[in-house]
T-cell receptor, first 109, second 113 residues
Framework: GESVGLHLPTLSVQEGDNSIINCAYS??????FIWYKQESGKGPQFIID?????DKRQGQRVTVLLNKTVKHLSLQIAATQPGDSAVYFC????????FGAGTRLTVKP | GAVVSQHPSRVICKSGTSVKIECRSL??????MFWYRQFPKKSLMLMAT?????????EQGVEKDKFLINHASLTLSTLTVTSAHPEDSSFYIC?????????FGSGTQLSVL
């Protein structure tokens, strides 16, 4: 039978380059956003979060940007490493949590 | 962060048998847990919301008699795939919410022969 679920877009980058992963969210009232990383065969792991009263937040090698005008979220990974290869999901939270489609990041050595 | 333990990580079973997957919150109490299904190279699909002490809430299209959820304590939710068939083969993931964040189990790969 046909498998269900959104098909994941892919992003391939060279080791050492910066990666930008984008996400469009749906609820303009969402006030909290999270990026998750999911490695093959594992559950998603929390990476970084941002509240709607901010437009940028930085972590270690990762930066999340929030553009509420166009309901867009991005995750920037600096100096991408092979260990960053995974699927990345954004999540928006208001009364419940909704996941974006996810992006598969592949890092080429 | 909070730890969610999911067991087993991998299970192979014969068609027609039932399989139970456990999801435990190790260092916190979870009144609500969530169960997801994920097909290869696809996104997470919410199956149901498990509520401690009450019936689970299932998403549209998910058979409640097929996927039995029990949340008998504040630290344990179980998903039982009843009379499993090959089309039930998938990656199942649980999660629990702590304040606003979701913490996920490590997932269970179910293969039905």
């Amino acid at each position: 039978g046909e498998s269900v679920g959104l098909h994941l877009p892919t992003l391939s980058v060279q080791e050492g380059d910066n990666s930008i992963i984008n996400c469009a969210y749906s609820n303009s009232a969402s006030d909290y956003f999270i990026w998750y990383k999911q490695e093959s065969g594992k559950g998603p792991q929390f990476i970084i979060d941002i509240r709607s009263n901010m437009d940028k937040r930085q972590g270690q090698r990762v930066t999340v940007l929030l553009n509420k005008t166009v309901k867009h979220l991005s995750l920037q990974i600096a100096a991408t490493q092979p260990g960053d290869s995974a699927v990345y999901f954004c999540a928006e939270i208001k009364d419940d949590m909704r996941f974006g489609a996810g992006t598969r990041l592949t890092v080429k050595p | 962060g909070a730890v969610v333990s999911q067991h087993p990580s991998r299970v192979i079973c014969k068609s027609g048998t039932s399989v139970k997957i456990e999801c435990r919150s190790l260092d916190f109490q979870a009144t609500t847990m969530f169960w997801y299904r994920q097909f290869p190279k696809k996104s997470l699909m919410l199956m149901a919301t498990s509520n401690e002490g009450s019936k689970a809430t299932y998403e549209q299209g998910v058979e409640k008699d097929k996927f039995l959820i029990n949340h008998a304590s504040l630290t344990l939710s179980t998903l039982t795939v009843t009379s499993a068939h090959p089309e039930d083969s998938s990656f199942y993931i649980c999660s629990a919410r702590v304040q606003e964040k979701l913490f996920f189990g490590s997932g269970t790969q179910l293969s039905v022969l």
